[in-house]
């Protein structure tokens, strides 16, 4: 997909709450590009995938760059992507992904191969504070991966919280407003809220993990759910090959997703003095069979949020 039919794709625009009151700080818009679930380790083509999305964001001039987590295991055989995504001539910010710590890497070690400050973060762009959270701690009841907010990590997200003078942007992996995120996600939704505090500076929050496209407005916050950069998870009970079977032999777990033919990515603009947030996004088309063609049903992946897309939305939401 060209950078010309990026820059003029889907757009979706919330409105930020009344408390923002930091417009005449902003001299230009806000703009950053997300990218996430890159998945270098499952798909086989991830480091052209994340090229594009570097040059396109370089082109547009953003501001920073940030990608939301399942980028790659901190192995030496991906110091190369990570080569490519240190090409951007802007600052760069990571969040930390369930599968980034595959192969039995610890949180830490992932965090310092990126070049991470620390697992969760905080930092400021003209004028808009961003929160980095991370959902892979353990504490949670259920099985598999860690989806989970520990003690010490809500009372730094409380006091981050309380002593913001800007407009907060969360980024986390695992989304906030489902069960099929973060456990204690009501728990946390309470406190962005302000339910705690009667007060909260918090205008969004961006995920990724589901591989799904949806904007869900929670109680006066919009919910932005990212799309995945390559492909949608279906498990061994849909494998099929959609490539070579050579490149299967070479990617043992593609045969259980579709991927997508195109990457996705988005670009973001907050415009502080017009109280908008807008979100343009990239559409493409499956390789190969999509998941209904492999029969899964639409109750179980719904077509209008399991989609190759970043699509056309628009909500309007006032706090």
């Known amino acids: 997909m060209s950078r010309r039919t990026f820059l003029a794709t889907s757009s979706c625009v919330v409105t930020l709450p009344a408390l923002v009151t930091q417009a005449q700080e902003q001299t230009a818009p806000l703009r950053f590009g997300v990218i996430t679930d890159l998945h270098q380790d499952i798909i086989p083509d991830a480091p052209d995938r994340l090229r594009a999305f570097v040059e396109a964001m370089t082109l547009a001039n953003v501001d920073f760059i940030c990608q939301l987590g399942d980028f790659c295991i901190p192995k030496p055989a991906n110091q190369p992507l990570m080569k490519i995504w240190n090409a951007f001539p802007g ?143 279906m498990g061994d009970q849909f494998a099929h090959e959609s490539y070579s079977p050579e490149i299967h032999k070479q990617h043992p777990h593609l045969k259980s997703t579709c991927p997508y033919q195109d990457p996705l990515w988005a670009m973001v603009t907050v415009d502080l003095a017009g109280r908008t947030l807008k979100i343009e996004g990239l559409k493409t088309t499956w390789v190969g069979q999509s998941p209904w063609e492999l029969g899964a049903t639409e109750k179980s992946h719904p077509p209008e949020i399991v989609r190759p897309a970043i699509s056309d939305q628009q909500v309007s939401l006032i706090r």
């Open 91 to 233: 600052p760069k910010y990571h969040v930390l992904g369930n599968h980034d710590m595959d192969a039995g890497y610890k949180p830490q070690v992932t965090a310092e191969f990126y070049g991470m400050p620390a697992r969760y973060y905080a930092f400021s762009a003209k004028g808009v504070r961003f929160i980095v959270l991370d959902g892979n701690e353990p504490g949670g009841q259920k099985s598999g991966y860690a989806r989970y907010i520990g003690p010490d990590q809500i009372a730094w997200l409380k006091t981050e919280l309380e002593k913001s003078s800007e407009p907060v942007i969360v980024l986390i992996h695992q989304p906030l407003e489902t069960d099929s995120g973060i456990e204690n996600h009501a728990a946390i939704q309470k406190i962005l809220e302000g339910t705690l505090s009667n007060k909260s500076p918090v205008v969004a929050v961006f995920a990724g993990h589901l591989h799904q496209d949806y904007v869900r407005p929670v109680n006066g916050i919009p919910y932005i759910q990212i799309n995945s950069a390559a492909y949608h998870w």
